[in-house]
């Protein structure tokens, strides 16, 4: 079955580091997003592309980055940690119009 | 600036109490609305999408509606296994980018 997945589940890092989020997805989207979630704001987007060599800004994108270089993958990295990026962040794809499928989410702390 | 507020934000209910959940949007130009049910610990898990006003959708216990202006999940004699975050979401015109509403928490007692 076709699917999503974020790597790592956890991680815990500390202020200043570069942390690299990954997200695989087998159903060959061309559309992939990245969201934070924290409480009391629900999911926040970070970036997202609609395809190879495509990557947009969401909503809060400072200190983030995400590059696109085949279908499958979007990673995104924090290029030095802060203590306000400590999250749950969410991976998800789509087809289009359509719903987007959505990761198990990798709980980043940074200390 | 687009936006997606949803009401309440927590709604505690006896089973079989039936309620409503809702959803209100501002954007430019709607290309659909989404709503997710999210259990703690995993990503958000798709139920429903409105295209256009008037449109409505029904899976078991759930209904959703559809306004120019809002939309309302419908919980008709929940159990507690309906116990979750209801998200909403917007994907605006001319892109693919959602935007979500912050979510209402439904707890269902036995």
């Known amino acids: 079955d076709a699917e999503i997945t974020q790597s790592p589940r956890h991680k815990i890092t500390e202020t200043g580091r570069q942390v690299t989020l990954a997200c695989h997805q087998t159903?060959?989207?061309?559309?992939m997003f990245w969201y934070r979630q924290d409480l009391g704001h629900g999911l926040r987007l970070i970036h997202y592309s609609y395809g190879v060599q495509d990557t947009n800004k969401g909503e809060v994108s400072d200190g983030y980055s995400v590059s696109r270089s085949n279908t499958e993958d979007l990673p995104l990295t924090l290029e030095s940690a802060a203590s306000s990026q400590t999250s749950v962040y969410f991976c998800?794809?789509?087809?289009?119009?359509?719903?987007?499928?959505f990761g198990q989410g990798t709980r980043l702390t940074v200390v | 600036e687009d936006q997606v507020t949803q009401s309440p934000e927590a709604l505690r209910l006896q089973e079989g109490e039936s309620s409503s959940l809702n959803c209100s949007y501002t954007v430019s130009g709607l290309r659909g609305l989404f709503w997710y049910r999210q259990d703690p610990g995993k990503g958000p898990e798709f139920l429903f999408t409105l295209y256009s006003a008037g449109e409505e959708k029904e899976k078991e216990r759930l209904k959703a509606t559809l306004t120019k202006k809002e939309s309302f999940l419908h919980i008709t004699a929940p159990k507690p296994e309906d116990s979750a975050t209801y998200l909403c979401a917007v994907q605006e015109g001319g892109g693919f980018k959602t935007i979500f509403g912050a979510g209402t928490r439904l707890f269902v007692k036995a």
């Open positions: 159903w060959n989207h061309n559309n």
């Open positions: 998800a794809s789509s087809p289009g119009r359509e719903e987007a499928f």
